[in-house]
C-alpha cells in the first residue's frame, strides 16, 4: 500500500534531477565541442580558451588530489595518498603529489589521461606502453571528502551523547539543543509511524546515521572550503553503499510474511506458475528499492554541484567569448543564480537526507510488517 | 561518462568507514542520546503527573475547606439561633416570673385589704353593737320607769313564751 503512495514522489524526485543533469550535461557537452574544433586546428588558442564541460566534470567528479586553485600554470592542491596493488609489483603506497598533478609517471603507475581507461591509475612498462589495471585503493578526493564527515560526525555526535549522559534530565543546551530535534523528528515523525510503536527501536542507530551521515556531506559539499566541498552524497559509489546498506538491513531484517509475499504472494496460481511472474516482479521491486535509493540522492547533490558550476562557468565562457567585460556582466547574474541554486541546495540537503530515511524506514516498516 | 560508475576504491573505503561510523554512534552517541531523551520524557510524564496529582490534592483541600467553613457557617447559624431561643426563653420567663410576682403581691395585698376591712368591719360592728346596747340600755330604762308598762312587758314576754 504504501509504495504506492511513494511511487510518484518517487518519479518527481528522480526525474526533476534528471532533467537538471541532462540540462547540465547538454550545455557542458555542447561547450565542449564547440572547444574542441579550434583545439585542432590552432594549438596556440588551447590555452587561453576555457573548457568548460572539462571545467564542470572535474569540479563534479572524484580525483586523486584535492585541488584548491590554480594561479597561472601553478597548481594549488593537497596531496591525497595513492594505494595500489598490482600482481607485478606489490603494494604500492605514496602521496598523489609523486603524479605531479597527472603529468609525470611515478614508480612506472600514471593516472591515464585519455583511452578506455582515462583517469584511472594504470601500470606501466619502461617505454611506457600499458600493462595492467591495478587494484586502487587511494584515498581520493570522496574517500578524504568521507573521513572528514566522519570526523566532523563523531565530534558532534560524542560530544552530544556526553552532554546527554553528563546533564540526563535537564533541558537540552547548545549542541545537543541543536540536534535533538531533529534526532526526534527522526524517531516520532519517520521511524515509529513507518516501522511500527514496537519495532522502530532496533531501526533506529542506522536510520540516524544515514540521516546524518547524508545530511553532514550534503551541506560539508556546499562549502567551498578545504577540508570541505568534496562531492561525496554526489558520488555513485558512496550513494550506492548507502542503498546496499537499507537492502540489507531490510533483507536481514525480512519476516516470513515479507518472503512470503515475495516468493509466494497470494496471487492467482497462473501468476506464479508456469512462469513465475509474481515473484520476478517482486524481487526485483526488491532491487529496485535500493537502487531508486542511490539514484535519487546522487542524482540531486550531482545536480546541486553541477548547476552551480555551470553558472561559474558561465562567466568564463562569455570572458573567453566575447572579452573581459561581458564576462563581468554575465558573473553578477551567475553570482546571482548561484547563491539561488546553493540556498536551493540547502533545502535539498535536508529533502534528500530526509527523503533517503523516510524509504528507508518505510522498507524497514515493510519487512517487519505483520499484516498486509 | 565517468561518475555514474561506482569506484570500488570509493566503495571499499565507503563501507569501512560508514561501517565503522555507525557501530561507533550505534554504542557511543545514539544509545545514551535515545536513552536520554526516553528516561527525560519518562520524567517530564511523571512530573506532569504528579503535578496532576498535586493539583488535585489541592483541590480536594479547597473542597473540605469549603465544607469546613461551610458547617461552621451552618453550626455558627444554629448556634446563634439557640442563644436567640435561651435568650427568648429567659424573657418570657422572667415576664411570666414577674407576674406571677406582682399577682402574688397584689393576692397578699387584697387579702390584707380583705382582713383589714373585715376587722374594721367587725370592729365597727362590734362598736355599733355596744352602741345600741348602750342606746337600748338607755331606752329600756326610759320604758320601764313606769311600772305599767313593765306589766304590759312582762306579758308580752309571756305571751310569746306560750304560743310556743
Known amino acids: 500500500m504504501l509504495t504506492a503512495e511513494y511511487n510518484e514522489d518517487t518519479m518527481i524526485q528522480i526525474i526533476r534531477p534528471l532533467i537538471f543533469i541532462i540540462f547540465a550535461v547538454f550545455i557542458g557537452t555542447g561547450t565542449v565541442r564547440a572547444n574542441e574544433e579550434p583545439v585542432k586546428s590552432e594549438e596556440t588558442e588551447t590555452a587561453k580558451s576555457f573548457n568548460a564541460g572539462k571545467y564542470v566534470i572535474e569540479h563534479v567528479s572524484d580525483a586523486f588530489e ?20 598490482s600482481s607485478n609489483k606489490g603494494w604500492n603506497i605514496f602521496m598523489s603529489s609523486r603524479f605531479h598533478h597527472g603529468h609525470e609517471t611515478y614508480n612506472n603507475f600514471r593516472i591515464e589521461s585519455e583511452g578506455q581507461h582515462e583517469g584511472k591509475i594504470v601500470e606501466v612498462n619502461e617505454s611506457g606502453e600499458f600493462v595492467s589495471l591495478p587494484v586502487d585503493l587511494s584515498i581520493t578526493k570522496v574517500v578524504a571528502g568521507i573521513f572528514v564527515s566522519v570526523i566532523v560526525l563523531l565530534i558532534i555526535f560524542l560530544n552530544i551523547a556526553k552532554s546527554a549522559k553528563e546533564h540526563g534530565n535537564q533541558a537540552p543546551k547548545g549542541l545537543q539543543n541543536l540536534f535533538e530535534p531533529i534526532i526526534l523528528f527522526i524517531r516520532d515523525e519517520v521511524a515509529k509511524p513507518a516501522i511500527g510503536e514496537k519495532k522502530f527501536e532496533r531501526f533506529m542507530p542506522y536510520l540516524l546515521t544515514a540521516f546524518f551521515f547524508i545530511l553532514i556531506n550534503n551541506l560539508l559539499g556546499l562549502i567551498p572550503i578545504f577540508p570541505f566541498g568534496s562531492n561525496v552524497t554526489g558520488n555513485i559509489a558512496v550513494t550506492m553503499v548507502l542503498g546496499l546498506f537499507t537492502f540489507f538491513v531490510t533483507a536481514l531484517n525480512g519476516n516470513k510474511h515479507y518472503w512470503k509475499e515475495i516468493y509466494n504472494p497470494d496471487v492467482p496460481w497462473w501468476l506464479k506458475f508456469p512462469i513465475p511472474l509474481m515473484p520476478i516482479i517482486e524481487l526485483s ?73 523516510l524509504l528507508s524506514a518505510i522498507y524497514f516498516g515493510m519487512a517487519t510488517s505483520e499484516h498486509h | 561518462m565517468g561518475f555514474v560508475t561506482p569506484d570500488y576504491g570509493t566503495i571499499f573505503w565507503m563501507v569501512i ?45 479547597i473542597a473540605s ?43 397578699i395585698a387584697r387579702q390584707q385589704i380583705i382582713a383589714e376591712k373585715d376587722a374594721a368591719i367587725s370592729d365597727i360592728k362590734k362598736q355599733v353593737a355596744e352602741l345600741s346596747l348602750m342606746i337600748a340600755e338607755i331606752v329600756i330604762r326610759k320604758q320601764l320607769e313606769n311600772p305599767k308598762d313593765q306589766e304590759i312587758l312582762v306579758k308580752d314576754l309571756l305571751k310569746d313564751l306560750k304560743l310556743k
Do not use: C
Request: glycine residues 4%; aromatic residues 10%.
Open chain 1, 66 to 85: 584535492w585541488h584548491i586553485a590554480t594561479f597561472g600554470e601553478t597548481h594549488i592542491s593537497i596531496p591525497l595518498p595513492i594505494i595500489l596493488y
Open chain 1, 285 to 357: 521491486g526488491m532491487i529496485t528499492k535500493p537502487f531508486v535509493l542511490m539514484v535519487r540522492l546522487f542524482a540531486n547533490m550531482m545536480a546541486g554541484h553541477m548547476i552551480v558550476t555551470v553558472f561559474i562557468s558561465l562567466i568564463f565562457i562569455f570572458n573567453s567569448l566575447m572579452g573581459a567585460k561581458i564576462g563581468l556582466g554575465v558573473s553578477v547574474i551567475s553570482v546571482a543564480f548561484s547563491v539561488f541554486i546553493i540556498m536551493l541546495d540547502i533545502l535539498v540537503s535536508f529533502i534528500q537526507a530526509y527523503v533517503f530515511t
Open chain 2, 17 to 61: 568507514s560508514f561501517g565503522i561510523v555507525m557501530f561507533i554512534l550505534k554504542k557511543f552517541a545514539w544509545a545514551p542520546i535515545l536513552k536520554a531523551l526516553k528516561d527525560r520524557e519518562i520524567s517530564i510524564s511523571e512530573a506532569l503527573n504528579s503535578a496532576e496529582s498535586a493539583r488535585k490534592e489541592v483541590a480536594g483541600l
Open chain 2, 65 to 107: 475547606n469549603d465544607m469546613i467553613i461551610a458547617e461552621a457557617k451552618k453550626e455558627k447559624v444554629i448556634i446563634i439561633k439557640e442563644a436567640r431561643d435561651i435568650k427568648d426563653n429567659i424573657i418570657a420567663e422572667a415576664r411570666v416570673q414577674a407576674n406571677l410576682e406582682a399577682q402574688k403581691g397584689i393576692e
